[in-house]
């Protein structure tokens, strides 16, 4: 059962308006395993790079996911990240196996990391991968972003629980929504994170940046000719008013708008299914929880020149907001789409983009081993 949020990603705006948006995610891996950890005889020792299937609980909820702790010296800590997976029913590694959509791109943060002797857990949230709808399976709509925020809470926990861990080198690193859960986390846990990589975040209200998708691929229906230009104006209003009514708890009213538009807002303005996630998630507003980080928190936000979801022209706020904490802050990345690719790479191609790479390598330095 697809539940929850359409995704972040864009797709082509067929001539029926029948494209719909999907969640970045990320691949579930296979059994329930316990805390890390590798054994050395000796602290002279070296402790080999391990990849372990880990479980935790949350609220009665079993949470699966992967540790990578890297090759080490028995005995040391390390700094460690919790990686945290975009909209929609979204898996560990970035993917969303029923969309067809595996780019693994927390799996290639984690490993982008791991190289540099930082340890990462990345997990199944829920509706995503093992770990399912858990405890709210025979409800969904009573989920909330409370609820995801507090097993990401849990899941950073956890992970400073590892013997390998250095508690004061703790990150946390949130792809597309998951930035904004990485801000809300932020502000929840201790000890606090030292640094976030937003990489590509959702920057604005939710609602305002489905009004904002909707609205591209309107235009984009004119431009190719599917609407006329005084049509893309009538359902482009149209949207604006449903997200009003929707917010001030009205009847959403959708006569006038085309067929293809109404299926784009339907996740978000006609289910009762998410109805209370949508407005838990609408009500936060990325960069007011931003302006209460800690000023030394490292931080790193990136945004790519072809990324259609978190365009350059919405991001200011969010940075501006940041503008007390240190580190890379904003780093453009030339040509660089959602999915962290670069010109002319396919969605489900395994990759990163070198730039993209390089940001987070800068930003991740001060922890490296």
Known sequence: MRVLRRTVYLVALTAAL?????ACSSSASSGASGASGASASGSSQQVAAASRQVSFAVSGTTTYGTLDVPAHRAGSRLAAALLLAGSG?????GDDAAANLEPHTLQLIA????KMGIISLRFDKYFSGQTGGGTFAGDPSSITLADYISQADTAYAFLGRQPAVNTGKLLVVGHSEGGMYALLVAGSVSPRPAGLALIEPQDERLLSLIQLQTD?????AVSQGTFTAAAGRQNA???????AAFRAGQPVNTSGLAAGVVQLIAPELLSTANARYVRSDDAVYPPSVAAKLPRATRILVTDGTTDTNVPLSTIKPLVSALSGTSGPGLRVLT????????PGVAENDQVLAPSAVTALQAWAQPYAL
């Open 89 to 93: 029913p979204t898996d560990r590694n």
């Open 18 to 22: 029948s494209a719909s948006v999907t």
């Open 111 to 114: 490993g982008v990391l791991a």
């Open 237 to 243: 209003a149209g949207v604006q008013q449903a997200i």
């Open 216 to 220: 591209e691929q309107i235009d984009a």
């Open 335 to 342: 040509g660089v789409d959602h999915l962290l690719h670069g």
